[in-house]
T-cell receptor, first 114, second 111 residues
Framework: EPEVTQTPSHQVTQMGQEVILRCVPI?????FYWYRQILGQKVEFLVSFYNNEISEKSEIFDDQFSVERPDGSNFTLKIRSTKLEDSAMYFC????????????FGPGTRLTVT | QKEVEQNSGPLSVPEGAIASLNCTYS??????FFWYRQYSGKSPELIMS????GDKEDGRFTAQLNKASQYVSLLIRDSQPSDSATYLC???????????FGQGTRLTINP
């Protein structure tokens, strides 16, 4: 069964460093998302991406964040200068036909900023 | 009112009983509703989707939707210890390109 994959599973970085989180969505899906979950809190939307552009972003997704689909399979989230409060689980998700349809989540990347 | 609201629990149910999880949402024109299961330290796993009023059954799971009351529920029959997890209700709001999640209900099935 097709699944979303994410790498790395755990990333430790120092405050101020850049990180890139990688995702491979399900191959025939067209809509891609990043969410994050701070420990003990609810899942929060960061950004949605369709047709090579951002379709919506949250207040969390400020200028320090960017997304890219560098090729036909990868979808990346970059944080330019990490802060302590960026420590969280980051989940990539994809769906075939848009947000009203089932979204499938990857296993997540645990980001720890020290 | 929160966009998607769930009782955070914990909800404790004996093995073999029916677990009932509830969710309310604020946008009365929402069209689709999802239940995810999340084990501790893991990602959300889609277990049910429902789009129209009434019941939808899939194995031991039944989702119930009442759009007039803006209410969606998940029933788990014959609860097993492996059903112990946090259950997340998620709704895409009108005009938005995102899922909005509830806080989640932590469910514990006691052997």
């Amino acid at each position: 069964e097709p699944e979303v994959t994410q790498t790395p599973s755990h990333q430790v970085t120092q405050m101020g460093q850049e990180v890139i989180l990688r995702c491979v969505p399900i191959s025939n899906h067209l809509y891609f998302y990043w969410y994050r979950q701070i420990l003990g809190q609810k899942v929060e939307f960061l950004v949605s991406f369709y047709n090579n552009e951002i379709s919506e972003k949250s207040e969390i997704f400020d200028d320090q964040f960017s997304v890219e689909r560098p090729d036909g399979s990868n979808f990346t989230l970059k944080i330019r200068s990490t802060k302590l409060e960026d420590s969280a689980m980051y989940f990539c998700a994809s769906t075939l036909q848009g947000v009203v349809y089932e979204q499938y989540f990857g296993p997540g990347t645990r980001l720890t900023v020290t | 009112q929160k966009e998607v609201e769930q009782n955070s629990g914990p909800l404790s149910v004996p093995e073999g009983a029916i677990a009932s999880l509830n969710c309310t949402y604020s946008d009365r024109v929402s069209q689709s509703f999802f239940w995810y299961r999340q084990y501790s330290g893991k990602s959300p796993e889609l277990i049910m989707s429902i789009y129209s009023n009434g019941d939808k059954e899939d194995g031991r799971f039944t989702a119930q939707l009442n759009k007039a009351s803006q209410y969606v529920s998940l029933l788990i029959r014959d609860s097993q210890p492996s059903d112990s997890a946090t259950y997340l209700c998620a709704v895409p709001l009108r005009g938005a390109q995102k899922l909005v999640f509830g806080q989640g209900t932590r469910l514990t099935i006691n052997p």
